[in-house]
């Protein structure tokens, strides 16, 4: 079995930064697309940024020019810096990635728990 173990949510002022990391483990046979989605109360959950395995990057519209996604393949990690945040960055944020567990030949799609995040003076 595999989990995803997000860190790094918290209280932050406007304009202010946080970091998010998220840690795969378990059996992994491999690992594919790493990414970010965001629910923000009474909202859909939504895509904030991606990367695949060789580094090729997604971001949402709202978020371009500020966050930043990042990954260890190594290490199983993918990290979010998240600079000038903003009030309506406020949502709990979940680690999401594309997973073949060892001795199987099926990918499938594994969540984290999710971190708040709260953007507020």
């Known amino acids: 079995q595999v989990q995803l173990v997000e860190s790094g949510g918290g209280l932050v002022q406007p304009g202010g930064s946080l970091r998010l990391s998220c840690a795969a483990s378990?059996?992994?046979?491999?690992?594919?697309?790493m990414g970010w989605y965001r629910q923000a109360p009474g909202r859909q959950r939504e895509l904030v940024a991606a990367?695949?395995?060789?580094?090729?990057?997604n971001y949402a519209d709202s978020v371009k020019g500020r966050f930043t996604i990042s990954r260890d393949n190594a290490k199983n990690t993918v990290n979010l810096q998240m600079n000038s945040l903003k009030p309506e960055d406020t949502a709990v944020y979940y680690c999401?990635?594309?997973?073949?567990?060892?001795?199987?030949?099926?990918?499938?799609?594994?969540w984290g728990q999710g971190t708040l995040v709260t953007v507020s003076s």
């Open positions: 378990g059996s992994i046979g491999g690992i594919n697309a």
């Open positions: 999401n990635a594309n997973v073949r567990p060892k001795f199987s030949s099926l990918w499938r799609e594994v």
């Open positions: 990367i695949t395995s060789g580094g090729s990057t």
